[in-house]
């Protein structure tokens, strides 16, 4: 069997009959976490990696909360966020802030649907596209540094979760845009919206041990973030591509945290 046919085999048999290959597919493609072990086969497995998307999201922020837990102690909280946030984005090389920036200089430029594709791809970013990297950082920072510190751990770990369930969210929800070829292309298959739910499960599981609040507040800020950004995608370019994917994650990530924060002032 070839890798393309392979790839357009459901999500979930693949993923379990191969879990250690499809997760070391998504640990790549996610992370920077330098494993080259058999990583010639990767192409083979990126539709069956949808299922450790969430999983590789738990990951980062355990290991981010874990780090920013030993940090506690000696630094202020506007200096913890900022290295949340740092961690957060190295973890992934900055691969969904690209995608954020691309895609805010496509989506906001006011122009027909191929305009904006071929903006997107180009590598160049412009002011848009800084404009929206720096409202989110912005976002997360303000967020995050309002926090007390049982409330930063757990956000931090509720994060990068929360990230990559909407970008399986994201692509149940809209087609790949572009004609052709295309990075988030390798992701899609007939069955993107089992991976939804599978996604959506564990976060339901993970967000339990936090109480019916917290839970609460994260699944409206996902599905909120998702439904409104899809909408948006799909009226703008007519679904979805590998930036816009970034772009949900980064936009999600600051909206949990956001909420996170909601009645805070509340005596």
Known sequence: MSGQEKNRQSWLPVALRFPLASFLAALRFLTIVPLAWRCEQDGSFFTASLAWFPVIGLLIGLVGAGLIFCLIPFFPPPVLAMAAIVLMAAASGCLHLDGLADSGDGLLSARPRGRILEIMRDSHTGAMGVIAIAVVLLGKYAALSSLDAPTLIATLIAMPLAGRCAIVLTMACLPYAREGEGLGRL????????????????????????????SLTVFVAVLTTVLLFSLWCRAKIGGATGDTLGAVCELTEMMVAVAMTFGINTP
Do not use: I
């Not at 992701?187 to 599981?205: D, E, H, I, K, Q």
């Open 187 to 214: 992701f899609y298959s007939p069955s993107s919206r089992g991976a939804a739910l599978w996604s959506l499960a564990l976060l339901a599981v993970v967000l339990a041990w936090g109480g019916w609040r917290m």
